[in-house]
């Protein structure tokens, strides 16, 4: 009976027991739940929880803490763990195994990280921190569990975990603990191991990430205040995190390596940068010490849309990232090498966002980039879409900045250059191909080299003038050195093939100065102006054309096959050692000019044959003639001393022919003569006018004008040049300037002869002379009798006359032979006078007399001189009475313009 008792109250109690077990763990775990609940301030869901006792297992089923909103911050279809009753009975708290199947968490971005996205509960009171217990986890695992990361409302990510293993334990001095887990973030494969150890100050930690095919753009919007907004591609990367120190002293290193194949970056769909493929060998983050070094970078295939603002180029999608706390140290950045292969540069208008040209980088390097003060060699070699090749090497220094580089350009087309620079001039052909060595620095930038500028032509400014255009064949400069500050140039040699330029001149303005008026920004005030110079300039087979559009027709000259040498060439206080310059005008008429300019500027310049009817486009209007045929040559000398300017003109007008209207002889009102007996007069054998036009002056004196200066000048040569045949022949009486009588010496006869004596014959050589030397001079002559002329032959008709005396006769015919006279009585004179007196007057045989006398000079000239017949005239005299008698036997002189 006893026996049964005790049977009974052990089955009971083995009732109660299993009950307890079975029943009692479910029950206390929704006892628990409740509380948590409470302290959690959301709902947090348990299923059944089971112990086996034997085995030590405790198993709970459906877990779920609901979040503030959606689905669970945490969730798991079952919870197993195994904990050993011993264990806890001596006061260890020990997870044997802990198996999370089915586990779903998310963790939500907050300014103080990654947390569950629970509802805010009440504020926390804080208390006494109570001491932690230890804990140890053998082994935890976390089968095909699933992460939903969310770094902002919307936007989310997911890190699906095949295999999640954790291990460790938590002490009150310190803890210890081992993660390893593999799976897929996103699309991308990850794997993650690590190890965390600290006891006191003392702290150890190792992890290891091994990614492959992340995707760039969900990796990157996990974090917050990234550089760049729109960014894609996949990356692997392999890292390493390593962190150990005791207290203050903390060493933390991140060290790996990475690679990135299709990665773009975009703004608002606008392309800014693309990498086919990207490959940095190694990295090593230094935390402590705020270094980075990195590895070997590599970019294969990489596109850069670059956008022009204003002198800065910007990249799309690129921003400025972070800055570094100013109190901070900086860091201190490494890279082994970079190199760039077949990449791409294409660059985009500033305002149309429209492409302008392409440059294709076949090859960029760039050596070791070390401390800031260490020199970085580099080296690229490009081609541009546009036309053309650049290659360059040189080094770069970051701090202080400074760049030194050696370029080499193989027909650069030149007219896109031109338009991303918005010159004010657009090209439409040429290309550039030289070497340059150019160094940049804080004194500013320096350059040299030789530069071959070929084929430009440029496009007219204006498009009704399409023919307004700057050309040459080719340009040669050795580049001394050019610099910044101050800016300035020295050219070894200058050399310009076939230059042309088209000069025009309209109501707007003259091209192609009106180029330079407006796009010449004004010299800030004290500001120094570029100086140039050129140690030897030489221009070959150079056109320049002149148009004046301002007049009716327009006018139109040339100066072609121009060539220039010159020697020390300086601007802007413009001076020339050794000027020469030869061309022809119009292709006909040479040109030269030499000298020097300077302090003391001397020039002389020659011309030949230059035609003279063009100008009348310039004298219409200003000027009563104009010329109807001619050219002139010349040689001007030009002397100009400070201020103090002398020009010496010599200048030969050939075949001039001028015209005027009726009224407006202007040489008439300044000389008193016709102006075309001034041309006859000042043409000389050839029918050339050869004139001496110096003038001069003080340029600074406000009283100075050149115009008044040449005219004075061409007044008094004129005047110098008319006076000199005239004096030759003559007296000429000047009043003001002005010719106020001309009196010319007549060719004087013997009386009562009809042929001139040695002294006619020579003033007769004289007039033939001076009309040799003027062509365009016409003579007119006219026979004059005198009274010697009557007195004898009124004494040969009376020796004639039979009435007179044998002494009267003596007498008659020794006065008539030039011989001594005998004496006649006072009786002997009376007869004879009554003899003279009772002769008639021989007026038909003085107008025999001065008619024979002009026609013996007329032939003397025409016949002994060789004057053309239709230069010499002889007016028939009227019959002379008494009163008309002059002084002296001769013949009347007169000279007047051919007609």
């Given at each position: ?10 089955a ?10 079975v029943?009692?763990p ?9 509380q ?22 405790w ?13 669970a ?9 195994r ?7 001596r006061?260890?708290y020990?997870?044997?195994a ?11 971005a907050?300014?103080?990280?990654w ?15 109570a ?11 976390a ?5 939903r ?6 936007v ?13 334990g ?50 990157l ?7 760049v907004?729109d960014i ?5 990367v ?6 150990a ?13 990475a ?22 060998s190694?990295?090593?983050f ?10 070997a970078?590599?970019l ?13 180029l ?9 800055a ?21 540069v ?15 980088l076949?090859?960029?390097h760039?050596g ?7 020199a970085v060699p ?11 090749r ?20 193989t ?12 010159s ?8 550039a191909?030289g ?24 496009i ?14 080719e340009?040669?400069l050795?580049?001394r ?5 101050p800016?300035s ?20 303005g ?5 180029l ?19 140690d030897a ?7 320049i ?39 022809l ?7 030269s000019?030499?000298?020097?300019i ?8 020659q011309?030949?044959?230059?035609a ?13 003639y104009?010329?109807s ?8 000398e ?23 209207e ?13 102006l075309?007996?001034a ?31 040449m ?5 008094q040569?004129?005047?110098g ?6 004096n030759?022949?003559?007296r ?10 001309i ?5 004087p ?5 009809r042929e001139?004596?040695?002294?006619g014959?020579?003033?007769?050589a ?17 026979g ?6 009557a ?16 002494p ?9 032979a030039?011989s ?7 009786e002997q004179r ?13 007026g ?16 003397a000239?025409?016949?002994e001189?060789?004057?053309d017949?239709?230069?010499?005239s ?24 051919r007609?």
């Amino acid at each position: 009976m006893r026996r049964r008792r005790i049977a009974l109250a052990l089955a009971i109690a083995a009732a109660v027991l299993v009950v307890s077990v079975v029943v009692g763990p479910g029950l206390v775990a929704r006892r628990l739940a409740t509380q948590v609940s409470r302290s959690l301030g959301t709902p947090l869901h348990v299923g059944w929880l089971r112990w086996n006792p034997f085995a030590g297992r405790w198993t709970l089923d459906h877990l779920r803490i609901a979040a503030d909103g959606g689905p669970a911050a945490l969730s798991a279809r079952r919870v197993s763990a195994r904990i050993h009753l011993w264990d806890a009975l001596r006061g260890t708290y020990r997870v044997r195994a802990l198996v999370l199947d089915g586990a779903r968490l998310r963790l939500r971005a907050t300014p103080a990280g990654w947390q569950l996205p629970l509802p805010a509960g009440p504020p926390e009171v804080a208390a006494t921190p109570a001491a932690a217990p230890s804990v140890w986890l053998d082994w935890a695992a976390a089968p095909r569990a699933r992460v939903r990361l969310e770094p902002r409302a919307g936007v989310r990510s997911s890190l699906r975990l095949r295999q999640l293993e954790l291990t460790g334990g938590l002490e009150p001095d310190g803890a210890r603990v081992a993660l390893w887990t593999r799976g897929r973030l996103d699309r991308g494969s990850i794997a993650f191991a690590g190890r965390v150890r600290s006891q006191g100050d003392a702290r150890r930690v190792r992890l290891r990430l091994a990614a492959a095919g992340l995707d760039l753009a969900r990796v990157l919007r996990l974090a917050a205040d990234t550089p760049v907004a729109d960014i894609r591609g996949r990356v692997d990367v392999r890292a390493k995190y390593d962190e150990a120190g005791d207290g203050a002293p903390t060493e933390r290193r991140i060290t790996g390596s990475a690679s990135g194949r299709d990665v773009a970056l975009r703004a608002q769909g606008v392309p800014g940068l693309w990498l086919r493929g990207v490959q940095l060998s190694r990295f090593d983050f230094d935390l402590g010490r705020r270094s980075v070094a990195l590895g070997a970078l590599s970019l294969r295939g990489p596109e850069v849309w670059v956008r022009g603002m204003g002198s800065a180029l910007t990249i799309s999608g690129l921003a400025a990232g972070p800055a570094s706390p100013a109190d901070g140290p900086g860091w201190k950045v490494t890279l082994a090498s970079a190199d760039i292969a077949d990449g791409t540069v294409h660059h985009l208008d500033a305002e149309s966002g429209e492409p302008s040209f392409d440059v294709t980088l076949e090859r960029v390097h760039a050596g070791r980039l070390g401390a800031p003060e260490t020199a970085v060699p580099f080296s690229l070699a490009a081609v541009l879409g546009t036309g053309g090749r650049v290659s360059g090497t040189g080094e770069l220094v970051r701090a202080p900045g400074a760049t030194k580089l050696h370029a080499e350009l193989t027909a650069v087309a030149l007219p896109p250059l031109a338009a991303l620079a918005r010159s004010p001039l657009r090209l439409e052909s040429g290309n550039a191909s030289g070497a340059l060595d150019i160094a940049f620095g804080a004194g500013g930038a320096e350059a040299s080299g030789t530069l071959v500028v070929a084929d430009v032509k440029t496009i007219s400014p204006d498009p009704a003038r399409p023919e307004d255009v700057l050309a040459w064949k080719e340009a040669r400069l050795a580049l001394r050195q050019a610099r910044s500050a101050p800016p300035s140039a020295a050219f070894e040699k200058v050399e310009v093939d076939w230059p042309y330029v088209l000069v025009d001149r309209t109501a707007a303005g003259i091209f192609p100065f009106s180029l330079a008026a407006p796009a010449a920004p004004a010299p800030a005030e004290g500001a120094a102006l570029p100086t140039v110079r050129i140690d030897a300039l030489r221009v070959r087979g150079a056109r320049i054309d002149f148009r004046d559009a301002t007049l009716t027709p327009p006018y139109w000259r040339a100066l072609a096959n121009l060539g220039l040498e010159a020697r020390a060439v300086e601007a802007p206080a413009v001076r020339v050692a050794e000027l020469r310059a030869s061309g022809l005008v119009d292709e006909l008429s040479p040109l030269s000019v030499e000298g020097t300019i300077g302090e003391r500027t001397h020039l002389v310049a020659q011309v030949e044959r230059l035609a003279l009817p063009p100008f009348n486009a310039y004298l219409e209007g200003a000027s009563p003639y104009t010329v109807s045929s001619g050219a002139v040559s010349g040689k001007s000398e030009i002397t100009l001393e400070r201020s103090e300017l002398e020009v010496n003109n010599q200048v030969v007008l050939s075949r001039l022919g001028l015209s005027g209207e009726p009224g407006q002889d202007f040489v008439k009102r300044q000389l008193g003569i016709p102006l075309t007996l001034a041309l006859a007069l000042m043409k000389d054998y050839r029918g050339d006018i050869a004139l001496a036009l110096p003038f001069g002056g003080n340029l600074s004196e406000p009283s100075f004008s050149m115009r008044t200066v040449m005219l004075q000048s061409i007044v008094q040569a004129v005047r110098g040049a008319i006076l000199s045949p005239l004096n030759a022949l003559g007296r000429v009486l000047l009043r003001d300037g002005r010719i106020e009588r001309i009196d010319l010496d007549a060719i004087p006869f013997p009386p009562g002869a009809r042929e001139p004596d040695g002294a006619g014959r020579a003033r007769v050589a004289q007039v033939a002379h001076v009309l040799g030397s003027h062509p365009d001079l016409a003579i007119r002559l006219r026979g004059l009798v005198g009274g010697a002329d009557a007195e004898r032959l009124r004494d040969e008709a009376a020796l004639a006359d039979g009435h007179a005396s044998e002494p009267l006769r003596a007498f008659l015919r020794a006065r008539l032979a030039g011989s001594p006279a005998p004496p006649l009585d006072d009786e002997q004179r009376a007869r004879l006078d009554a003899l003279r007196a009772g002769l008639p007057w021989p007026g038909a045989a003085l107008h025999d007399l001065a008619v024979d006398r002009g026609a013996v000079v007329a032939a003397a000239l025409i016949l002994e001189h060789r004057l053309d017949p239709g230069r010499v005239s002889v007016d028939t005299p009227p019959t002379p009475g008494p009163e008309r008698l002059v002084a002296a036997p001769s013949v009347a002189v007169e000279v007047y313009e051919r007609p």
